[in-house]
């Protein structure tokens, strides 16, 4: 049994921070790519950050450079994302993925809302 489970998400305002993180936990024994998407309502789901097994981040969306930083502990298959200077314009439900064995792994999503 495979989990991917979100945590960290919330509401702050605009110029605060958050850090998200993502567990991928169950009977894997290689967790390779991993990364953080997120969805604003009514619009497609988005590609935030990526980074490889080895820990190379491999590229964050435009919007999110220099604000956000994509890390990864492989010993506890983690995956986090520290998101600062947040925008009203982040706000999403934000997505953990990570492959494994040539599938795809999906969490729930966590809920981040950031006002004005």
């Known amino acids: 049994q495979v989990e991917v489970a979100e945590s960290g998400g919330g509401s702050v305002q605009a110029g605060e921070s958050l850090r998200l993180s993502c567990l991928v936990s169950?009977?894997?024994?290689?967790?390779?790519?991993m990364a953080w998407y997120r969805r604003e309502s009514g619009k497609e789901r988005e590609l935030v950050a990526r980074?490889?097994?080895?820990?190379?981040?491999?590229e964050y969306a435009d919007s999110v450079k220099g604000r956000f930083k994509i890390s990864r502990d492989n010993d506890k298959n983690r995956v986090d994302l520290q998101m600062d200077n947040l925008r009203p314009e982040d706000s999403a439900v934000y997505y953990c993925?990570?492959?494994?064995?040539?599938?795809?792994?999906w969490g729930l999503g966590t809920q981040v809302t950031v006002s004005t």
């Open positions: 980074i490889t097994r080895g820990g190379v981040p491999r």
């Open positions: 993925y990570a492959a494994a064995a040539g599938l795809d792994y």
């Open positions: 169950g009977k894997t024994w290689t967790v390779g790519g």
